[in-house]
């Protein structure tokens, strides 16, 4: 039985609990050792979403989870039998599962993998009085990589998004850039917006991704002059080197008179990556508005990258980023590098 669902049914021994909670605890440590991507798609204009995952996470050592979170159904619409059934694998078209089997065949074309000798496993567990609740398939390929389609059941996506994280941990959550972008502030946590409450709330990474792949190349890393920014450089850098894109590191001064400490910033930084074995493609400094001059250099690279200050939760939904104002006016996808 699913170690979640055993926790679900009731009653437990105070032994088998911990027992089960120590075997979940075990599950999460061995997934901190590899690379995990969740992949959030939303329609088949998301789609680009899953290219991205792919060409992030190309590596045995990566899990990509394709998730797509429909709402609660409270109108009697899916029938209670179906319940008992393997959604996932059967051929009722519930809301998001041919999303999702489109993803996957994205997936398999990127990834060059071939379904047919991956091991897979399916799971339902009760979520919000759903009849269905929640379905995932998960496929073990010959190589140890993971891929996974989750069919998540919430009362609206972005808390959806969040509760998934929690069964994780991710190191990267990938999202679709949204209709329309929003301020930060205190309707954050009122209102049914999925990205700028995602990007406010998640402990770690998150991209706005933009469907560029075809046309723009290379990493563009924004770098403040801290030690958070430079070790936020490492991590996107390493990112970049995975996945065979050049790194461009870049830095903005307030005035003229400060570019000399934005030309030492990105050489410090450039010594720092060369160090480590990867090569920096290009170093740029600029003067004027930071977010202006970072959406207007970046604009042609595949990822624009900025490390967050390390604010809460409450002082990110309360005060934005950076980040948040350079994924609303970019038209490359924005990566808000989270260290944790």
Request: aromatic fraction near 4%; include cysteine.
């Amino acid at each position: 039985m699913p170690l979640l669902k055993m926790l679900q049914r009731k009653p437990l021994t105070g032994r088998m609990e911990e027992a089960v909670r120590k075997q979940l605890q075990k599950i999460k440590a061995e997934r901190r050792q590899r690379f995990r991507v969740l992949a959030s798609l939303k329609d088949e204009e998301s789609l680009y979403v899953a290219r991205m995952a792919a060409h992030l996470a190309d590596c045995p050592k990566c899990d990509i989870v394709l998730l797509f979170v429909r709402p609660v159904d409270r109108s009697g619409s899916i029938h209670v039998q179906l319940a008992r059934r393997n959604i996932l694998q059967a051929g009722v078209e519930l809301p998001g599962l041919r999303i999702l089997r489109e993803g996957l065949e994205v997936l398999q074309q990127e990834l060059r993998l071939n379904m047919e000798e991956c091991e897979t496993s399916t799971e339902q567990m009760n979520a919000w009085g759903d009849p269905v609740g929640d379905a995932r398939i998960t496929y073990t390929c010959p190589d140890g990589r993971h891929i996974v389609l989750k069919l998540k059941v919430a009362p609206e996506i972005a808390s959806g998004i969040l509760d998934q994280y929690e069964l994780g941990p991710y190191n990267l959550i990938i999202l679709g850039k949204p209709e329309r972008w929003r301020r930060s502030g205190l309707w954050l946590l009122f209102h049914h917006v999925v990205a700028e409450r995602v990007m406010a709330m998640a402990p770690c990474s998150v991209m706005i991704a933009r469907d560029t792949l075809d046309t723009n190349r290379g990493f563009f890393i924004y770098l403040d002059g801290s030690a958070r920014s430079f070790n936020g450089m490492r991590r996107t850098a390493i990112l970049a080197h995975e996945a065979g894109e050049p790194v461009t590191l870049f830095a903005v001064a307030p005035t003229q008179e400060e570019m000399r400490q934005a030309q030492k910033t990105v050489d410090k930084g450039r010594e720092i990556l060369e160090n480590l074995g990867i090569e920096v493609s290009a170093t740029k400094t600029a003067f004027g508005d930071t977010v202006q001059q970072i959406v207007e250099h970046g604009n042609d690279h595949l990822v624009i990258a900025i490390t967050d200050r390390g604010r809460t939760r409450l002082q990110r939904i309360f005060l934005g980023s950076i980040a948040g104002e350079v994924a609303r006016l970019a038209k490359t996808s924005v990566l808000d590098v989270r260290l944790g």
